[in-house]
């Protein structure tokens, strides 16, 4: 079993950065791969950045150039640095982590994220 656990979230204004933190805790395999996911109120939740164990990162296009994921493999920690933070980057942030050739994943409880214009 796997836990997840958000931080970071927060209220930012327009042009702002947040920096969210998730922690793995459970068993872990050096092999998982780790991202984040958002919602936003009446959408479907949608992929922001992906990094494999590797360090192989996969953004959504709406975000390149202004997010940045990254992780710590001895802490099982993944951090999602986000700039230039526009309203519609609102939603709620959610950590997920893959089994390697497995379909398995997990899910945190995500952390709300709001931009203000």
């Known amino acids: 079993q796997v836990q997840l656990v958000e931080s970071g979230g927060g209220l930012v204004q327009a042009g702002g950065s947040l920096r969210l933190s998730c922690a793995a805790s459970g068993i872990i395999f050096s092999s998982d791969a780790m991202g984040w996911y958002r919602q936003a109120p009446g959408k479907r939740r949608e992929l922001v950045a992906t990094?494999?164990?590797?360090?192989?990162?996969n953004y959504a296009d709406s975000v390149k150039g202004r997010f940045t994921i990254s992780r710590d493999n001895p802490k099982n920690t993944v951090y999602l640095q986000m700039n230039s933070l526009k309203p519609e980057d609102t939603a709620v942030y959610y950590c997920?982590?893959?089994?390697?050739?497995?379909?398995?994943?997990?899910w945190g409880q995500g952390t709300q994220v709001t931009v203000s214009s």
């Open positions: 997920n982590l893959r089994r390697y050739n497995a379909p398995t994943e997990y």
């Open positions: 990094i494999t164990s590797g360090g192989d990162t």
